[in-house]
């Protein structure tokens, strides 16, 4: 089997500060290759940032992660550390730094599995979602092919009157 069909858990992500202390709120931005962009909670001010990331990307994968200031409630990307796929390894810990030697990033590394390991782990997870879009997809249907179907004749024009009227002035026009 290829590297394309096999997934590497990234468990966490440790990011600790050399220089100096950050002065505001922090967030992580985890980007990869494929668009797939997850986001971290806000991290209060402090040395050594601990993110559960706990995805599964695939082992070809090229990343990057941006290390987000949080001003009021605009996000400004100060640090970005991009990794390359031969990066990544079973069961162990990755460090890297960023260019000006200002953070440590330290990502932890689980067993690569494939892909149907993974649907296999997140499986109830991706069921749940399918049936739930299934079950919207099947009710879209039936609005499509009742707006799709002609309404003609005096059974559809009576049905919509009667649909339109208070109930009383329905039941008094019943009555006569």
Same mark, same amino acid.
């Given at each position: 089997?290829?590297?394309?069909?096999?997934?590497?858990?990234?468990?966490?992500?440790?990011?600790?500060? /050399?220089?100096?202390?950050?002065?505001?709120?922090?967030?992580?931005? !985890?980007?990869?290759?494929?668009?797939?962009?997850?986001?971290?909670?806000?991290?209060?001010?402090?040395?050594?940032?601990?993110?559960?990331?706990?995805?599964?990307?695939?082992?070809?994968?090229? +990343?990057?992660? $941006? /290390?987000?200031?949080?001003?009021?409630?605009? $996000?400004?990307?100060?640090? $970005? /550390?991009?990794?390359?796929? %031969?990066?990544?390894?079973?069961?162990?810990?990755?460090?890297?730094?960023? %260019?000006?030697?200002?953070?440590?990033?330290?990502?932890?590394?689980?067993? $690569?599995?494939?892909?149907?390991?993974?649907?296999? /782990?997140?499986?109830?997870?991706?069921?749940?979602?399918? +049936?739930?879009?299934? %079950?919207?997809?099947?009710?879209?249907?039936?609005?499509?092919? &009742?707006?799709?179907?002609?309404?003609?004749?005096? !059974?559809? +024009?009576?049905?919509?009157?009667?649909?339109?009227?208070?109930? &009383?002035?329905?039941?008094?026009?019943?009555?006569?």
């Amino acid at each position: 089997m290829d590297d394309q069909d096999r997934y590497i858990h990234l468990k966490d992500i440790y990011v600790n500060f /050399i220089k100096r202390r950050p002065t505001s709120d922090l967030e992580l931005v !985890f980007k990869d290759d494929t668009g797939a962009k997850h986001k971290s909670v806000r991290f209060k001010k402090g040395d050594l940032v601990h993110w559960n990331l706990d995805i599964y990307v695939r082992t070809e994968t090229s +990343a990057t992660l $941006s /290390i987000q200031r949080a001003l009021f409630k605009i $996000s400004v990307t100060d640090i $970005s /550390i991009e990794f390359k796929p %031969n990066q990544f390894g079973d069961d162990r810990a990755v460090g890297l730094e960023d %260019n000006n030697h200002r953070v440590t990033v330290n990502f932890l590394c689980g067993r $690569s599995r494939t892909l149907t390991d993974v649907t296999r /782990i997140l499986g109830f997870q991706a069921h749940t979602v399918l +049936a739930l879009r299934v %079950n919207m997809l099947g009710g879209l249907e039936k609005y499509h092919q &009742i707006l799709k179907t002609p309404q003609t004749g005096n !059974f559809a +024009a009576s049905n919509t009157r009667a649909s339109i009227r208070h109930p &009383i002035c329905a039941y008094r026009s019943a009555q006569r």
